[in-house]
């Protein structure tokens, strides 16, 4: 079955310190890959996506994601939060091109300062 | 990036009463639509996929009569909760894409409480 896997809930990181989201998926042939960004009481707004090309993959809001094959990871990045960050964040997977997306359960980034 | 609008952005209603909530996509065409909820501190599970003039597809456990899905137009689409109960209470937001472009656009949500 098709599946998303966000291992962390809930991630506190202090301003200013680097942060991880892990993303894995079940394995495909071939996948696409998002991250997209809620904040409270809103939508969802895309972060970044792997589509080809490029294992990295670079954002808005400085954050960037890589794409691993063998590891069947999409774990995102950002070197330095900032208390804006304060979000939940998904990933998703597009299975059989550009389908329906499979989304993650989600990780909320709490940043202190 | 793209403009999706929903309305309304949140809505109480009493038990037994029918919601309509419009999805708009402002600056393109929506060929596709895709309908999701979401609960309380839980991701997006997806209700059903339409396709412009034609009849929604809806996910295994999602009640189509319950859940009535529009898309006449290229620009709007809606979903009507009929016969709304308490348990019907979630997060409900719209996905439009256009065309067959890799990218999905969300709109805001529309929060809604039955009592």
């Known amino acids: 079955a098709q599946s998303v896997t966000q291992l962390d809930s809930q991630v506190p990181v202090f301003e200013e310190a680097p942060v991880e989201l892990r993303c894995n998926y079940s394995s495909s042939v071939s996948v696409y890959l998002f991250w997209y960004v809620q904040y409270p009481n809103q939508g969802l707004q895309l972060l970044l996506k792997y589509l080809s090309g490029s294992t990295l993959v670079k954002g808005i809001n400085g954050f960037e994601a890589e794409f691993n094959k063998s590891q069947t990871s999409f774990h995102l990045r950002k070197p330095s939060v900032h208390i804006s960050d304060t979000a939940e964040y998904f990933c998703?997977?597009?299975?059989?091109?550009?389908?329906?997306?499979?989304f993650g359960t989600g990780t909320r980034l709490l940043v202190s300062p | 990036g793209a403009v999706v609008s929903q309305h309304p952005s949140w809505v109480i209603c009493k038990s037994g009463t029918s919601v309509k909530i419009e999805c708009r996509s402002l600056?393109?065409?929506?060929?596709?639509m895709f309908w999701y909820r979401q609960f309380p501190k839980q991701s997006l599970m997806l209700m059903a996929t339409s396709n412009e003039g034609s009849k929604a597809t809806y996910e295994q456990g999602v009640e189509k009569d319950k859940f009535l899905i529009n898309h006449a137009s290229l620009t709007l689409s809606t979903l009507t909760v009929t016969s709304a109960h308490p348990e019907d209470s979630s997060f409900y937001i719209c996905s439009p894409r256009e065309g067959a472009a890799e990218t999905q656009y969300f709109g805001p949500g529309t929060r809604l409480l039955v009592l």
């Open positions: 998703a997977v597009s299975y059989t091109g550009f389908q329906k997306l499979v």
């Open positions: 600056d393109f065409q929506a060929t596709t």
